[in-house]
């Protein structure tokens, strides 16, 4: 009867499959059970004795970055609202120059706007939050979200932070607790 193949053996660490004769890991650098380089450590064969520990998602800036885009999207926001708030007799004059009469309730909606705004910016925050503490995935896609809306006094430069920020949560999705 021809000898048992050898064993498959992978790494104890992160579970990549390990040529024979290797002393690392080629993977995360752990050395190698009985390679003399490391103590003895069981190792996983294919034969079902055990399983090899789970690979750690790795940290990267990606939450941290998207943070700072998302804190930067909901300021913002308020700008934006904070802008619309204090030029809102321009904008209802304007708006009667354009329609060529008074609009009714026209400061009204203005200032609605501008807590709408504020409120976009706040949800925003809260997303940069969640993303800087790796923590709450959905309120930190809920922030992206938000930020979308944010707009901005120049351009959408709210928008496009927000935009940004929400695909690089997105992309680290595997970094936040559950």
Known sequence: MPDDPAPINFCVHCGEYLRPGVTY?????????????????????????????????????????????????????????????????????????????AIPGAEGIIIALAVAWVIIGVMTIIGAYAAFQRKWLALAVIGGVMGLFSGGIIFLEGSLMALVALVLILMSRSEFKR
């Open 25 to 101: 890991c080629p993977k995360c650098g752990t050395p190698v059970a009985g390679s003399g380089v490391a103590a003895q450590q069981p190792s996983y064969g294919h034969y079902g004795y055990g399983q090899p520990n789970k690979l750690q998602p790795v940290q990267t800036k990606k939450p941290f970055y998207a943070g700072i885009l998302l804190l930067l999207a909901g300021m913002s926001g308020f700008a934006t609202a904070l802008s619309v708030y204090l030029d809102r007799d321009a904008i209802v004059a304007e708006a009667e120059v354009i329609y060529g009469q």
